[in-house]
């Protein structure tokens, strides 16, 4: 019996994958990988400058927002998210983003997964019809006006589209003093919603209150879910020989997974997190392999962009896990 040690710091990636694309699709996949490594950097960054807190990044839906915006935009603006996502060029991109879109908005198999897209247009601002067809052929986006300048009810639309399509789990994404009246003329959100079941569940009367070490080495009592089942487990290491444990949880149905890098006993996750992207998860994938293995986890206590938002939630139980993460842009003069 192979046994993971009890993490100082653990990091939990949700990967929403859907059944694996046919090997042809080589661009739809280089491109979902390209657009999540922006995401991951900015867990990168978010994680310097908050070193104690609990993060929780949807790439995804960082992608999906410029990718979105990308559809209408030119010059210096289109440029810069090109760079920023490391795609090649504009061209196409539209029916390539719509795949990769399809293929992670799916439910069934123990799970549910959907995606939704959404643009909110200044009052009086016409958005051109071939960029709302391409954004909904992309994204099935859907597009409505708002007046800025009332700012309390117009944040209030936003934030009741974001309520209704993450299942009531995120109310709030904007706030009333994000939106200008005299300069805000569009807003771009982005909204998934996970709920998937443990395909080998944890028993409640397992669950027991533990010891859990946070980043500045204090230890807090929270209830530690544990499991002894075959699990896919495997060893990795970052290029300067740091070994590190990956273990995988699948979801029932086994279309979508969990996985969860731990660091070595004393090591800190900024060690680590560096070199988390999308490259390595698809390197730990391959190993990979089954194990008879016991498994602790911490179980959830009850005209230019001017401005990014992103709200996140996630509960993690004996059942399954639920996640919800809302991602929006602001587009100002």
Not at 283 to 310: F, I, N
Request: aromatic share 6%; proline share 6%.
């Amino acid at each position: 019996m192979t046994s993971l040690p009890c993490p100082r710091f653990f990091l939990a990636l949700i990967l929403l994958l859907a059944p694996a694309l046919p090997l042809s699709l080589s661009s739809t996949s280089s491109v979902g990988e390209q657009g999540s490594d922006l995401g991951v950097q900015m867990l990168q960054q978010v994680a310097l400058l908050r070193p104690r807190q609990n993060l929780l990044v949807s790439p995804h839906g960082v992608a999906s927002v410029l990718g979105l915006l990308l559809l209408g935009a030119d010059g210096d603006t289109g440029q810069q998210i090109l760079t920023a996502l490391r795609y090649e060029a504009a061209s196409g991109l539209d029916e390539t983003l719509g795949e990769l879109h399809r293929s992670l908005d799916k439910s069934g198999q123990g799970a549910t997964v959907t995606v939704s897209s959404g643009l909110f247009a200044q009052k009086g601002l016409e958005m051109k019809v071939p960029f709302l067809s391409a954004v909904r052929r992309a994204f099935r986006c859907e597009s409505r006006n708002l007046n800025f300048a009332n700012r309390v009810s117009a944040a209030r639309t936003i934030n009741v589209w974001i309520r209704d399509r993450t299942n009531g789990k995120i109310s709030t994404l904007v706030r009333p003093d994000m939106l200008d009246g005299a300069l805000t003329r569009l807003v771009a959100v982005n909204a998934i919603y996970f709920k998937g079941l443990w395909k080998s569940r944890f028993r409640r009367e397992d669950t027991k209150m533990g010891k859990f070490t946070t980043g500045d080495g204090s230890e807090h009592e929270v209830p530690m879910m544990s499991q002894v089942s075959v699990l896919n487990t495997g060893t990795a290491s970052t290029p300067a020989g740091l070994r590190y444990s990956v273990i995988e949880l699948p979801y029932h149905g086994d279309a979508l997974s969990m996985l969860i890098a731990v660091p070595p006993v004393g090591t800190p996750l900024s060690a680590l997190l560096p070199h988390v992207g999308v490259a390595a998860v698809r390197r730990w994938a391959e190993l990979l392999s089954p194990s008879l293995v016991p498994c602790r986890c911490p179980g959830s206590e009850p005209v230019y962009v001017s401005k990014a938002v992103q709200r996140a939630k996630m509960e993690v139980n004996e059942d399954g896990t639920k996640a919800s993460v809302a991602t929006g842009e602001g587009v100002s003069l």
